[in-house]
């Protein structure tokens, strides 16, 4: 390295040459996009076993870019491979802090805090994290740096994870070893704190939580894009919907929009337990469709929008299908390796009588029933999902000279009345064909600011599986039809940098 930014590391970052040159860090000039023109950068290779897999070129003015089409990476992998403790920081420069402080088992994020979706982790969690005992965060401070910090939390587990605080007037590690030193810096890192004891908390606990709602009221919630659902019903992760409706009302239908919708405008990944979607092919067509708006077939859909929608999917959907052990058990461990690894944030069961209940001889299926549900909550509370439950009712009995079913309560639910006591959210969905129209009804909103009680009406297309909504219809009052939404959802979905997505149809 010579010139500007060795003078920028070495100078103005602190960082000693024999660390830059020990860690392979180069100096080059580089064309960047953001100023149009080549400029000095100092540049951070990407290994895996000791192999080029990418590189990251910045300059003093904090521009940066990758290579083009390159895998994203931690920085520094290599230094944490069966290693019982490790170091993350937020970027490479508070990595070469940590390294020049003797801190060797130092990793780096490849995006710095720019957004929760690490997707970047998934291969790496098993193959390099699972075996840690202990990992320190050492994230900034500013928001995007907390939110990075939290998941990072949620991912790898907090039994495990320490914390750096930097204190006043420091936001991150380098600035630390600016106003201090590395031997002051060495015994910060040293001195991360545990995560809070689990189950344990007391309102310090949640300053920042509730200073936000002090001056910015309680959260809104996910919205669906739905107007008339919206209007009475928003979602948190950390909860549980239980879904119902007689068979054939369109239950696990409805549920495909509702998570295919927070999926494209909150980036909730889902993972499905629904041994009635099989085979998997077919369940996927439908999701597919209801995200392309036509129809899954060689003449109504272009294989591109097809083989884009299905990269898009394979990267935010995922299907809980083993081979034997249907237990609940089985599913729910088998779900929190999804949230670890994959990021999942919406856990679907559908239905809960496909589960392979094994009733112990001291409990009635009330209490059995009452049991496994406070196991779903609580997994909805430890990883931060929302676990939606579709539920099938008793058999109800048809009103005297009518055809149809009765709209049932989340009461009428077989085995138990917790299936509406502790539920956070609940639905009916009713599908009306004489009328051609869905209602969903909201039965149950625990929170007042997320929504409460009320109705909604759709009418749903077959031609891509999508719910339109509309006024009310009965015997009296046709409104007129509804305007049936074709669009591509991911036209907006996938902006311009997600061009990893697009499809050719050679591949």
């Given at each position: 390295m010579?010139?500007?930014?060795?003078?920028y590391?070495?100078?103005r970052?602190?960082i000693p040459?024999?660390?830059l040159?020990?860690?392979?860090?180069?100096?080059?000039?580089?064309?960047?996009?953001q100023t149009?023109k080549e400029?000095?950068?100092?540049?951070?290779?990407y290994?895996?076993?000791?192999v080029?897999?990418?590189?990251?070129?910045r300059?003093a003015?904090k521009?940066?870019?990758?290579?083009?089409g390159?895998?994203l990476?931690p920085?520094?992998?290599?230094?944490?491979?069966?290693?019982?403790?490790?170091?993350i920081t937020?970027g490479?420069?508070?990595a070469?802090?940590?390294?020049?402080?003797?801190?060797?088992?130092?990793?780096?994020?490849?995006?710095g805090?720019?957004?929760?979706?690490?997707?970047w982790?998934?291969?790496?969690?098993e193959s390099?994290?699972?075996?840690?005992t202990?990992?320190i965060?050492?994230?900034?401070?500013?928001?995007?740096?907390?939110e990075?910090r939290?998941e990072?939390?949620?991912?790898?587990g907090?039994d495990?994870?320490?914390?750096?605080?930097?204190?006043?007037?420091?936001?991150?590690?380098?600035?630390?070893?600016?106003?201090?030193?590395?031997?002051?810096?060495?015994?910060?890192?040293?001195?991360?704190?545990?995560?809070p004891?689990?189950?344990?908390f007391?309102p310090?606990?949640?300053?920042?939580?509730?200073?936000?709602?002090?001056?910015?009221?309680?959260?809104?919630?996910a919205?669906?894009?739905?107007e008339?659902?919206?209007?009475?019903?928003?979602?948190?992760?950390?909860?549980?919907?239980t879904?119902?409706?007689?068979?054939?009302?369109?239950?696990?239908e409805f549920?495909d929009e509702?998570?295919?919708?927070l999926?494209?405008?909150?980036?909730?990944k889902v993972?499905?337990?629904s041994?009635e979607?099989?085979?998997?092919?077919?369940?996927y067509?439908?999701?597919?469709r209801r995200v392309?708006?036509?129809?899954?077939?060689?003449?109504?859909?272009?294989?591109?929008?097809?083989g884009?929608?299905?990269r898009y999917?394979?990267?935010?959907?995922?299907?809980?299908?083993?081979?034997?052990?249907?237990?609940?058990?089985?599913?729910?461990?088998?779900?929190?390796?999804?949230?670890?690894?994959k990021g999942?944030?919406?856990?679907?069961?559908d239905?809960f009588?496909r589960f392979?209940?094994?009733?112990?001889?001291?409990?009635?299926e009330?209490q059995?029933?009452s049991?496994i549900?406070d196991?779903?909550?609580?997994?909805?509370?430890?990883?931060?999902?929302?676990?939606?439950?579709?539920?099938?009712?008793t058999?109800?009995?048809?009103?005297?000279g009518?055809?149809?079913?009765?709209?049932p309560?989340?009461?009428?639910?077989?085995?138990?009345?917790?299936f509406f006591n502790?539920?956070?959210?609940?639905?009916?969905?009713?599908?009306?064909d004489?009328?051609?129209?869905?209602l969903?009804?909201?039965?149950?909103?625990?929170?007042?600011?997320?929504?409460?009680?009320?109705?909604?009406?759709?009418?749903f297309?077959?031609?891509?599986?999508?719910?339109?909504p509309?006024?009310?219809?009965?015997?009296d009052?046709?409104?007129?039809?509804p305007?049936?939404?074709?669009t591509?959802?991911?036209?907006?979905k996938?902006?311009p940098?997600?061009?990893?997505?697009?499809?050719n149809?050679?591949?």
């Amino acid at each position: 390295m010579n010139g500007e930014m060795m003078e920028y590391m070495v100078g103005r970052r602190g960082i000693p040459m024999d660390v830059l040159t020990r860690m392979k860090i180069e100096e080059r000039m580089e064309f960047l996009p953001q100023t149009g023109k080549e400029e000095d950068c100092i540049c951070f290779p990407y290994l895996e076993d000791g192999v080029m897999k990418n590189m990251k070129f910045r300059d003093a003015a904090k521009h940066f870019k990758m290579v083009k089409g390159a895998e994203l990476i931690p920085w520094n992998i290599d230094a944490i491979k069966g290693k019982e403790k490790c170091y993350i920081t937020e970027g490479e420069i508070d990595a070469l802090s940590l390294i020049a402080a003797g801190l060797e088992e130092v990793v780096s994020v490849p995006n710095g805090a720019g957004g929760a979706n690490l997707q970047w982790l998934d291969r790496f969690v098993e193959s390099h994290f699972d075996d840690k005992t202990e990992i320190i965060l050492a994230m900034d401070t500013d928001k995007r740096g907390v939110e990075l910090r939290d998941e990072l939390v949620r991912r790898l587990g907090m039994d495990r994870c320490k914390v750096v605080a930097w204190g006043e007037g420091c936001k991150d590690a380098n600035e630390y070893l600016l106003k201090y030193d590395l031997p002051r810096l060495r015994q910060q890192v040293e001195q991360a704190a545990e995560i809070p004891l689990e189950g344990v908390f007391c309102p310090m606990d949640e300053w920042d939580t509730l200073m936000d709602i002090y001056y910015n009221g309680m959260p809104e919630g996910a919205d669906t894009g739905l107007e008339n659902l919206d209007r009475l019903i928003k979602f948190e992760r950390g909860f549980v919907l239980t879904v119902t409706g007689v068979p054939g009302s369109g239950k696990s239908e409805f549920v495909d929009e509702l998570v295919m919708r927070l999926l494209l405008r909150h980036d909730w990944k889902v993972g499905y337990f629904s041994p009635e979607n099989t085979p998997l092919a077919y369940h996927y067509r439908k999701l597919i469709r209801r995200v392309v708006g036509k129809r899954f077939e060689h003449q109504g859909m272009p294989l591109p929008e097809a083989g884009q929608a299905i990269r898009y999917l394979a990267q935010s959907v995922f299907s809980i299908m083993p081979k034997e052990d249907f237990s609940v058990e089985s599913i729910l461990r088998i779900a929190a390796q999804l949230v670890s690894r994959k990021g999942v944030k919406v856990l679907v069961v559908d239905p809960f009588n496909r589960f392979e209940h094994q009733i112990p001889d001291w409990e009635t299926e009330t209490q059995y029933i009452s049991r496994i549900f406070d196991e779903f909550s609580n997994f909805a509370v430890k990883h931060k999902v929302l676990l939606i439950l579709v539920a099938h009712p008793t058999k109800l009995r048809r009103e005297p000279g009518s055809k149809r079913w009765p709209v049932p309560t989340l009461y009428d639910i077989n085995g138990s009345a917790a299936f509406f006591n502790k539920t956070d959210y609940g639905m009916v969905i009713d599908r009306n064909d004489e009328l051609g129209q869905v209602l969903v009804r909201v039965a149950k909103v625990r929170f007042d600011h997320l929504g409460g009680p009320g109705d909604a009406f759709f009418a749903f297309s077959t031609y891509n599986g999508r719910y339109t909504p509309t006024e009310e219809r009965t015997l009296d009052h046709n409104p007129p039809e509804p305007k049936w939404d074709r669009t591509n959802f991911l036209t907006e979905k996938l902006k311009p940098g997600q061009q990893e997505l697009e499809f050719n149809e050679g591949e």
